[in-house]
């Protein structure tokens, strides 16, 4: 008998752990999703602004085509 309601417990406890939503698919609030365009620059210490440079990178598209895009890089 014994035997019987462990069996039972733990099936229903197995059961109840697969049926509990995943949270790891979840949208985050739209108050806490930026655009894409925002770049948030790291605080400097005494008053040092930051060294921005602008990165030519040279990729290839599927058709073999050269692409290149440019990018600021911020220090």
């Not at 005494?46 to 890089?73: R, S």
């Amino acid at each position: 008998m014994r035997k019987i309601l462990v069996s039972i417990a733990i099936t229903a406890l197995s059961f109840g752990a697969s049926a509990a939503p995943s949270l790891a698919g979840m949208m985050p609030d739209a108050a806490t999703i930026r655009p894409a365009g925002t770049v948030e620059l790291a605080t400097h210490y005494y008053g040092h602004k930051p060294k921005c440079v602008w990165k030519k990178i040279k990729k290839y598209d599927y058709y073999g085509k050269l692409v290149i895009k440019k990018v600021k890089v911020c220090h």
